[in-house]
Structure formats: C-alpha cells, structure tokens
C-alpha cells in the first residue's frame, strides 16, 4: 500500500518544460512513474520528454484529459503558491511543491485552500517522495532506495538520501520515503506523516530525521509515545553543533533564544521509545535493536 | 533577517502605529545634541539604548537615563563604548523618556504549528516574554489571524479588552491591526512590541492625558522575500553578519562562520549540519556551516574553498558531497581547479557518493585526493588531520 504515491498515482509535473521540470520528470518515468502530463501556461498542445508526455496550459486541462491525481511543482518561487491553489483547484489530491525560497507569509493561504479542498500538501522546500519499486515524485535519486516496510520522514534532502542509502545498504527497505521540507510553513508535518504511516499495513517501524527549528519534532514525539508504542523508531536530529539565531540554510532551521534546540528534539524522541543516532549510517542498527525484522 | 530597533520603528510609523520620537546618534556629540532637542521640546529626562541585535541590552548597562545633555553625553559614551554579548556598540538612540503607567507585550508572529500569523499579547509586559511563557502560559493571550480574511477587527477588540485595554481601545486595536499589516507589507516573521505601554503625557494647560505607545520595537523579516522589498536589504546590520558569511551570499553559497578549525564543504543544509555535528563527535569542531546548494559547478566549488581558506584558523578541510541533482565529477573537477589557485596548503579529506561519484572518484584519484568512503570515516580521518597526525 505505501503512503502518498504508488504505481497507480498519475502525476502531472508543473514547469515539465523548463529545466529542472524536464530533467526530473525524465528520472520519474525511468523509474516507472507515471508521470501523465506536463503543465506550462502557453505550451498546451505540444509534447515533452522526447514525446512521451502530453503539456496542457492548465492543470485543469491536464485532469480532465489524462486522469493525474497527483501534482509535482518545479515552477520559479514567485509562482509556486498560486500552483498549489491551481492544483487544488482543479481537483489534485496529492501536491509535491519541490521548489524553495518561497516567502512564509504566501505560503499560508495556499496551504489553507490546499485543506479546503480536501487535498493533501507536500513541502515546500522538499525533495518529493519515493514507494520503492512503484514510483518517485520530485528529485530523490530512485538507485538510493530498496524495497522494504520502514516508513522515513524527513525534513532533509541529502541528509536523507546518506539515511537511506545506509538503510538500503544494510538491507533495509522503505515502504515510502517523504521528504516534508524545511521550510517554516509546511503542507505535511512530522505529524501527518506518522498519522498516514500508522494506517498502512506496509509500514513496520519508522525513521523520523529532524533538525533545529520549531517544534514539529517534539509534537509528532509525543503523538508516537501514545499511539506507536510497539513500532520500532528510530530518529536522528542535525544541528547539535548549530549556533543560536543563524538560520542553517534552510528557512525553518534556526534556533530562536531557547527554542527549536536540538537537544529539546533528542530528548522529545528519546522520551517516547525512538532511538536517536549520532550518525544517519547507524539508523538500520538501531532500528533492529528496537526489535525491527525486516 | 533581524533589523535595528530604530529601523523597525521606521516601518512601524510608515504604517502609521504610534512611535515616540528618536534620533540616532554615531557618537558621543551627537546624543547630546539631540538630547537638547528633546529636553528643550519639554521633556524631563531622555533615554539613551545601544542599537545592537542581541537581546538582554538593559542587564548589558545597554539602556540609561540622562536628566540633562551633559549626562546624555558622558552616558552615550559609556555605552558607546560597551560589548554587549561580544558585538561592539556603534549606534545609540535618544528619545524622551516616556512616564510609564503600565506596560504589555504585544506581537505578530508567523506561527509554525497552526501555520497562521497570530497575535500574542500580555499585561506582563516589559519584561522577557519567554520567561512569561515558560513561568506563566496563561498570561499571554493567542489570537490567530485568519488565512484568508487576515486579522479582522473584532478580533483585535477581543485582545484588547483581555489585556484590560478597554479604555485604550481604538489605540489599541489600531495598533494590533497595524502590527498583522506591518508583517504583511514587509514580509516580517515576527513584529513585536515590548513594552507597548500606556504613558502619562502633560498636554497644555497643565492637563494630563493617557496614550499608548510602542516604546520598543522588534522586527524580523522573512530572507526569502527581500528582494520583493526595496531597500530593506539595506537595513542589515553588517555587525550580525561575517565578512565570510556576506561574501557567501553573494556568491550564491550558504556559510555561516564558527569557531572551530575544520572547513566543511557540503551540498544540502540538513547534511551540512549533520556533516558539522559529526566532526564534533569524532572530537574536532567545525570551523563553518557551508551549503554549496543543490546542482554547483566547478567555479561553486572554487569560491567555496576561497572562503573556507580564508580563515586562518581552519588547518583541515572535509568534503561531503551526496551526489543528487548535483554531480560528484563537477564537485572534484572543482576541487582540483581550487587546489591549483590556493596559496595555503591544507589537509583535505573527501568523500562523494551518489550522481557520477565513479568518475569523482577517478579524477580524485588521479589528483591524489584523500578520500574517505563514508561520511562517518570522512569526519574522523579530518579530525586526525586538523590535530596534526596523519590522516
């Protein structure tokens, strides 16, 4: 079953014509997604990717005629909120925004259209997701992963791809990879994503990969203490050696006086059963130690 | 992005909230000439407060009264003259001493969790808001805005009266409209006043009248939409950001300059955090935060080994490339490119997995690189370097 994405989900890339659109959207359907449509307002009526995928001017157009369900945006910061309300709008029930530097403040009638409609809102600031062996939406690169029944979430890009490389190379797999964004105002927290990994009868244990900012990492703590009690977790948390008051690089990574400190997430997961690396490559070990037998 | 006090208050008035007046001043002189004004403007005593971005100025003996121009002077320069957490001191602002009846907190703050703005108010006003919130959560009061509509009035009515400003009430709900309209037209994560205060005021005639005030004013604003502003890049303090870490910006790089003695090169944000808290782990401490970002070329690469070498105290160097978008054969053609131009010679050690590491790892070998396979090895073999010992 997996979460978010799997073989069946149609996907309609927003910006499949520009340059990060095309080359990603490439990797998406070398990896078996179907990636069913391109979106570029002016462009409707041609191809893309060598033929294989139609473009439509509006995604509306692009779910009447082929079906996608799923949107995958790639278009320039200034634009994206108004994708995602485009998506929901026309009817998408799973929204990737990939694209960064969007300013907070935007981001917040989106994402409340995005709920209106009934629609679920990935990022932004996020690499995408993968369902090993059923499809990859946004920019993960696909050989990372394997097979398996561990859920990761994730607020990393690369950090995530050493978590999962380590995993893949210890022989354990993934039901469903999400990256949620480091952005401060994000569709899917740390939350939502434990709530959807407990519905699916293909998870078994989960990894949570946090960093400094915020507090998402301890509210989805004490959610697990309660309700994920007997799933091996495993977590680790960046920014230990983080100073106060510089934002790390992503928007939503900043210490504010006492707040969003590493060592408050550390000591959140601990207390509610995660085991907590002190580096992504022990992940797979300590996900056995908490009895995962994958 | 934090901005000065007195630069908030720009914005604040420029959206029409209610601001005592106030000059800045550079030097001793020029407090005491514009504490003259005011106190020939009426006023019994001026305040003189450090113009610096770190919090606790007041424990800092950052803020003073001065009951006369001479007192402004000697006073300005003693503060002047300060290091308040380590940053130097170069502005004061002087304004009239306010006759405070009561003080309160009021704030428009971009919320992570309900992914609302929300106003956060309280009749503890004046004092550290963290220390409220810790000691006493049900003193401060939480409105959020709505997504769509904003902050509507009535809302700022029921803030108003649960902050026992029911006899201020049009000051007060023009303040917290004009404090949600301030963040919207500069895009600000946080607008915050500590203390908003109720102040005595001698009218003429001898009459006395009550206002509100915004005494002091805090504004952080949203990195990611300055451009859509301008002239508020303008308003960075030079004093809270590295030479290193502006040069970085400007070169498309993310850097944040740290105390330790082991350079890090990485592509992403959270792997170059995790990348620093491994070289502490091993023993070392990172000498910088560096996201070369997604997708780099070779001359990315080049720029950022310049300012990693720029800092003297750095004797070792870790690269930690996750090859996605970015492409592990362009990062050590770089490596190679920056290694021809640099004039100090550095232990360095690199790994670099994922898109086009096989030819990486040619070009790497070929140059005679140390490389290291995976990134907990990486961390370990540069701190043996940066201690001296062989890597």
């Known amino acids: 079953m997996s979460i978010l994405i799997d073989r069946s989900s149609r996907v309609v890339v927003h910006g499949l014509t520009g340059r990060e659109g095309s080359f990603h959207g490439a990797a998406m359907l070398d990896y078996g997604t179907q990636v069913v449509a391109g979106m570029t307002p002016g462009k409707g009526g041609q191809t893309a990717l060598d033929g294989?995928?139609?473009?439509?001017?509006?995604?509306a157009d692009a779910v009447r005629e082929t079906g996608a369900d799923t949107s995958c945006i790639?278009?320039?910061?200034?634009?994206?909120?108004?994708?995602?309300?485009?998506?929901?709008?026309?009817?998408?029930?799973?929204?990737?925004?990939?694209?960064?530097?969007?300013?907070?403040?935007?981001?917040?009638?989106?994402?409340?259209?995005?709920r209106a409609a009934g629609a679920r809102l990935i990022g932004p600031n996020c690499p995408g997701a993968t369902t090993p062996g059923q499809a990859?939406?946004?920019i993960i690169p696909g050989s990372i992963h394997r097979e398996g029944r561990v859920g990761v979430v994730s607020r990393s890009g690369t950090l995530t791809y050493e978590a999962v490389q380590a995993m893949s190379d210890a022989g354990?797999?993934?039901?469903?990879?999400?990256?949620?964004?480091?952005?401060?105002?994000?569709?899917?927290?740390?939350?939502?994503?434990?709530?959807?990994?407990?519905?699916?009868?293909?998870?078994?244990?989960?990894?949570?990969?946090?960093?400094?900012?915020?507090?998402?990492?301890?509210?989805?703590?004490?959610?697990?203490?309660?309700?994920?009690?007997?799933?091996?977790?495993?977590?680790?948390?960046?920014?230990?050696?983080?100073?106060?008051?510089?934002?790390?690089?992503?928007?939503?990574?900043?210490?504010?006086?006492?707040?969003?400190?590493?060592?408050?997430?550390?000591?959140?997961?601990?207390?509610?059963?995660?085991?907590?690396?002190?580096?992504?490559?022990e992940l797979p070990q300590l996900l056995r130690d908490a009895g995962y037998r994958g | 992005m934090k901005i000065q006090e007195a630069d908030a208050k720009s914005l604040l008035v420029a959206q029409g909230l209610p601001v005592p007046p106030w000059e800045v001043a550079q030097t001793a002189a020029e407090a005491r000439a514009a504490a003259n004004r005011f106190l020939a403007a009426g006023g019994k005593q001026v305040v003189i407060k450090a113009q610096v971005l770190v919090g606790g100025r007041g424990?800092?003996?950052?803020?003073?009264?001065?009951?006369?121009?001479?007192?402004?002077?000697?006073?300005?320069?003693?503060?002047?003259?300060?290091?308040?957490?380590?940053?130097?001191?170069?502005?004061?602002?002087?304004?009239?001493?306010?006759d405070i009846v009561k003080e309160f907190y009021l704030a428009a703050v971009l919320d992570r969790a309900s992914r609302r703005v929300i106003l956060m108010g309280s009749a503890e006003g004046g004092v550290e808001i963290e220390q409220v919130a810790a000691d006493r959560p049900e003193a401060i009061v939480t409105i959020p805005a709505h997504p769509?509509?904003?902050?509507?009035?009535?809302?700022?009515?029921?803030?108003?009266?649960?902050?026992?400003?029911?006899?201020?009430?049009?000051?007060?709900?023009?303040?917290?409209?004009?404090?949600?309209?301030?963040?919207?037209?500069?895009?600000?994560?946080?607008?915050?006043?500590?203390?908003?205060?109720?102040?005595?005021?001698?009218?003429?005639?001898?009459?006395?009248?009550?206002?509100?005030?915004?005494?002091?004013?805090?504004?952080?604003?949203?990195?990611?939409?300055?451009?859509?502003h301008a002239g508020l890049e303008d308003l960075r303090d030079p004093d809270d950001e590295d030479p290193a870490d502006r040069a970085a910006r400007e070169a498309g790089l993310t850097f944040i300059k740290l105390d330790g003695t082991i350079?890090?090169?990485?592509?992403?944000?959270?792997?170059?955090?995790?990348?620093?808290?491994?070289?502490?782990?091993?023993?070392?401490?990172?000498?910088?935060?560096?996201?070369?970002?997604?997708?780099?070329?070779?001359?990315?690469?080049?720029?950022?080994?310049?300012?990693?070498?720029?800092?003297?105290?750095?004797?070792?160097?870790?690269?930690?490339?996750?090859?996605?978008?970015?492409?592990?054969?362009?990062?050590?053609?770089?490596?190679?490119?920056?290694?021809?131009?640099?004039?100090?010679?550095?232990?360095?050690?690199?790994?670099?997995?994922?898109?086009?590491a096989e030819g990486a790892a040619v070009l790497l070998r070929e140059a005679r690189f140390e490389t290291a396979a995976t990134l907990d090895e990486a961390a370990r073999r540069a701190v043996a370097a940066s201690r001296g010992a062989p890597a």
């Open chain 1, 172 to 281: 354990v797999g993934q039901s469903t990879c999400v990256g949620i964004g480091g952005d401060p105002i994000i569709g899917t927290t740390f939350l939502d994503a434990l709530l959807l990994f407990a519905g699916d009868p293909e998870t078994d244990a989960i990894v949570l990969i946090g960093e400094i900012g915020g507090a998402a990492e301890e509210t989805a703590a004490a959610w697990a203490a309660e309700h994920l009690r007997d799933v091996p977790k495993a977590a680790f948390i960046a920014g230990r050696t983080a100073p106060e008051g510089k934002r790390m690089g992503h928007a939503g990574a900043i210490i504010s006086g006492s707040a969003g400190t590493a060592t408050s997430k550390v000591e959140a997961l601990e207390a509610a059963g995660f085991r907590v690396a002190g580096s992504p490559t």
């Open chain 1, 74 to 114: 790639f278009v320039p910061a200034a634009g994206a909120p108004d994708a995602v309300t485009e998506a929901a709008a026309a009817g998408i029930k799973t929204i990737f925004c990939i694209t960064e530097g969007i300013p907070a403040l935007d981001m917040i009638p989106a994402v409340e259209l995005v």
């Open chain 2, 263 to 356: 350079g890090c090169m990485v592509n992403g944000a959270g792997l170059a955090m995790a990348t620093m808290d491994l070289v502490k782990r091993a023993g070392g401490e990172p000498a910088n935060f560096l996201d070369i970002g997604g997708g780099a070329r070779a001359d990315k690469v080049t720029a950022a080994m310049r300012l990693i070498l720029a800092d003297p105290k750095v004797d070792a160097i870790l690269v930690n490339i996750f090859g996605g978008i970015t492409r592990g054969d362009e990062v050590a053609r770089g490596l190679i490119e920056a290694r021809q131009q640099q004039e100090r010679d550095v232990p360095m050690v690199v790994r670099i997995v994922g898109t086009n």
């Open chain 2, 148 to 228: 769509l509509a904003g902050f509507l009035p009535f809302k700022a009515r029921q803030m108003a009266f649960r902050l026992g400003l029911g006899d201020h009430l049009k000051d007060a709900v023009a303040i917290a409209t004009g404090l949600v309209r301030t963040m919207h037209a500069y895009d600000a994560d946080l607008v915050e006043i500590n203390p908003l205060a109720v102040v005595r005021e001698a009218g003429a005639a001898g009459a006395v009248s009550e206002r509100l005030q915004c005494l002091d004013a805090k504004i952080t604003l949203d990195d990611s939409a300055l451009a859509r």
């Open chain 2, 59 to 98: 424990k800092a003996g950052g803020v003073k009264l001065a009951g006369s121009a001479e007192e402004a002077e000697r006073v300005a320069a003693a503060i002047l003259a300060l290091q308040i957490k380590g940053i130097a001191v170069h502005k004061v602002l002087v304004g009239p001493a306010a």
């Open chain 1, 52 to 59: 294989r995928v139609p473009v439509f001017d509006t995604v």
């Open chain 1, 136 to 138: 990859k939406v946004g």
